[in-house]
């Protein structure tokens, strides 16, 4: 009896090594082409994986794959949605023998993803399955007792990613109604998540429009009712340039909103101007800058209050809100003590001294007889928004222009059904003077 007890123990143990001992040893780029048929079948795409493909499962589970593409949508501009040099994923084995899924590692290495939406307004990442004519399975009876008691669901498997490395990606996105695009390369990032509901961290730099940019954020668990605590920072690399955003997200699942506290700062904002407008900004913004406020939003309006903004010695206060209907609606209201237009005006210093601001190249004499061959600039005609009505109010209580002083200027004007209506400009001049202004103003019709 203890033979034959001995035995089915050493059978089991077999067992189980043959089981962890052979993946390592199988040739798995023999199955690539059930793979990649799975992987048709599932998404309608194809699949190549031109490298190498290893799974083992001592001493950790692993995958690697390598020179994987999976091919676009029809119609996309390019030939692959997503291409990659190397996967890279390692699993914790003691958790997934207890049901659970740790990630100890996920690598992407030099990964380019093509998001597109094409000329019919779809989207290239929504996958179609090829359609089957197998006819769809009856329903399973039910299996409730007649009580009505029915049998506990059993809880999905426990997620967690220590972390997931990309390096050197790249991400374009087309749009071919409006043909534009736009790409985010040498993304470089470390993602983890302590499950599907969070809290999830994010840590990493990229280039957007030639600027090189960070960006660090920190999202909470979700929360089904609950707020949902956040910060996201962006900046620039190797300066003191950034700024974030710190608050809660509410009702993420319903009506989601947004409470948060604004604050950055730095020695130059054209250079973090830059990134988002895609072009060089005036030398008169390469200046130390901060800024704070509180934001409150949703998806029908925004506010901006208690805003702080101070550029190159010149601070503005106020508050804005923007509501979202029918049309645009917003009411903005600035205070400034002081304004040295003579300081603003003139560069902070030589803009060949400032980093991120390139110099305009020189203009080249036009050569000569080719003088009358040069066409003339067509003015484009210019239309006040119809859908956008604002309320504007500035007033400064003392602005300095050619080493003078003009006491307590305001302004007071408003747009409304494509006309601009201003209300009062009014302003002390030395010596007692005083001037005010008023009117409306409309686009030319035709």
């Known amino acids: 009896m203890k033979k034959a007890a001995y035995g089915f ?5 077999l067992l189980v090594a043959a089981a962890l001992i052979v993946p390592s040893v199988v040739d798995w780029n023999a199955y690539k082409p059930e793979i990649t048929a799975e992987v048709r079948k599932a998404t309608g795409r194809s699949l190549e994986i031109a490298g190498d493909l290893e799974f083992s499962v001592l001493p950790t589970p692993r995958l690697r794959v390598a020179n994987a593409r999976l091919s ?45 939406k094409l000329s019919d307004g779809t989207m290239n990442w929504v996958f179609a399955r090829p359609s089957t004519s197998a006819p769809a399975s009856p329903a399973a009876p039910s299996s409730t007792s007649g009580s009505g008691d029915a049998k506990p669901t059993s809880a ?8 997931l490395r990309v390096e050197n990606g790249t991400i374009v996105y087309r749009d071919k109604t409006a043909g534009s695009v736009e790409r985010i390369e040498n993304l470089t990032a470390d993602i983890s998540a302590g499950s599907l509901a969070g809290p999830f961290t994010f840590d990493g730099g990229l280039t957007a429009r030639g600027i090189p940019l960070t960006l660090s954020a ?4 979700f929360a089904e009712k609950g707020a949902v605590p956040f910060r996201v920072s962006i900046g620039t690399p190797g300066a003191a340039r950034a700024i974030g955003l710190t608050g809660t997200i509410t009702d993420v699942e319903t009506t989601p909103s947004v409470a948060a506290k604004l604050d950055g700062k730095g020695d130059d904002l054209g250079v973090l101007l830059a990134a988002f407008a895609g072009s060089p900004m005036p030398p008169q913004l390469s200046r130390a800058f901060s800024v704070s406020a509180a934001i409150k939003g949703s998806v029908n309006a925004v506010a901006v209050n208690a805003l702080v903004f101070e550029l190159g010695g010149t601070t503005a206060k106020g508050d804005i809100s923007v509501a979202f209907g029918d049309g645009v609606k917003a009411d903005v209201a600035l205070r400034m003590s002081s304004l040295d237009i003579d300081a603003f005006v003139a560069p902070p210093s030589s803009p060949d001294a400032r ?9 080249k004499p036009a050569a000569p007889g080719n003088m009358a061959s040069t066409a003339p600039a067509t003015a484009s005609k210019f239309e006040l928004p119809a859908g956008v009505e604002a309320n504007v109010g500035i007033s400064i209580d003392e602005v300095i222009a050619k080493k003078g002083r003009i006491n307590g200027v305001r302004l007071a004007a408003s747009l409304k059904d494509g006309m601009v209506t201003l209300n009062a400009l009014e302003a002390g001049f030395p ?16």
């Not at 123990?9 to 143990?13: C, D, H, M, R, T």
């Not at 999905?156 to 972390?163: C, E, Q, S």
């Not at 920190?218 to 668990?221: A, F, K, L, Q, T």
């Open 9 to 13: 123990a050493g059978l089991i143990v």
């Open 72 to 116: 676009n949508a029809p119609g996309a501009s390019a030939e692959n949605m997503l291409s990659l040099r190397e996967l890279a994923v390692h699993v914790k084995l003691v958790p997934l023998l207890q049901g659970d899924i740790e990630v100890a590692s996920v690598a992407l290495i030099e990964p380019l993803i093509e998001l597109e």
């Open 156 to 163: 999905p498997p426990a997620f967690k990613l220590d972390r």
């Open 218 to 221: 920190r999202v909470s668990r």
């Open 355 to 363: 980093p991120g601001i390139p110099l305009d190249p020189p203009a």
């Open 431 to 446: 010596g007692g003077g005083q001037f005010s202004a008023s009117g409306k103003m409309t686009s030319p019709q035709g």
